[in-house]
Every structure is written in structure tokens, then in C-alpha cells.
């Protein structure tokens, strides 16, 4: 069945960066809408980004638009979410999934092959 593993996750001051990665193995990522999500504490899981596996579109929530930017990187077989300006309230644990599309906005329960998640806390 479809793994995703996601990590790049951390500690970071407000202001700072991180670079989320999901990787697969056994399959190529290249053929499957890929979405990242995150859940903060107390919250509903959000979704934050979307690359489709054709014509190279994206999707972004209205939070987080302008700030991160979600991408592939075939010849390591990742997507990835480069995260910069971050803020306290994008404090949550990040996950990534295989979708059926990218629409927005983005509901997980058109997502699947959950990865476990990284946590990503923004801090002081």
C-alpha cells in the first residue's frame, strides 16, 4: 500500500524557516496529487497545500498563502513545503497524504496513505 514519511519538523523562532519533506518508497509521488496538512493543539486538521500530479498547479490555504510554497522534487522521489515567515499559530503537527485532486478547500477525508505527521513548533 501506498507510505508517506514526512520530516524536517522542529523548533523555531517567529520569523524563521523550515522545510518540510515527504518521501515515498515503493512508489513514484510523481503520479499522485500530494496535500500537506497540519493539526495544531485543539484544533481541527487544517489543510494547508496541495501539488497535483499533472500541469504542475498548487494550492494554498488563505493562511498560509505567500509564505510557504509546496514542490517536487522527482529525482528523490519528495514533495516538499518550505515554510518561511512562520508565525506562533503555525505551531502543529504537519502531515502529508495522497488526494483523488487539489481543490480547494482542501477536507481530509479526500486524502489518504497518511504519513505520521512531524511537528513543527514555532517559538520564542
Known amino acids: 500500500q501506498l507510505q508517506l514519511v514526512e ?3 522542529g523548533l523555531v523562532q517567529p520569523g524563521g524557516s523550515l522545510r518540510l519533506s515527504c518521501a515515498a518508497s515503493g512508489f513514484a509521488l510523481t503520479r499522485y496529487n500530494i496535500g500537506w496538512f ?12 496541495c501539488i497535483s500530479n ?3 498547479s498548487t494550492a494554498y490555504t488563505d493562511s498560509v ?8 522534487d522527482n529525482a528523490k522521489n519528495t514533495v ?7 508565525k506562533p ?5 504537519y502531515y502529508c497524504a495522497v488526494g483523488v485532486g487539489c481543490q480547494l478547500p482542501l477536507f481530509s477525508g479526500d486524502f489518504g496513505s497518511w504519513g505520521q505527521g512531524t511537528q513543527v513548533t514555532v517559538s520564542s
Open 7 to 9: 520530516s524536517g519538523g
Open 38 to 49: 497540519r493539526q495544531a493543539p485543539g484544533k481541527e486538521r487544517e489543510g494547508v497545500s
Open 54 to 56: 499533472r500541469g504542475g
Open 65 to 72: 498563502k505567500g509564505r510557504f510554497t509546496i514542490s517536487r
Open 80 to 86: 516538499s513545503l518550505q515554510m518561511n515567515s512562520l
Open 89 to 93: 499559530e503555525d505551531t502543529a503537527v
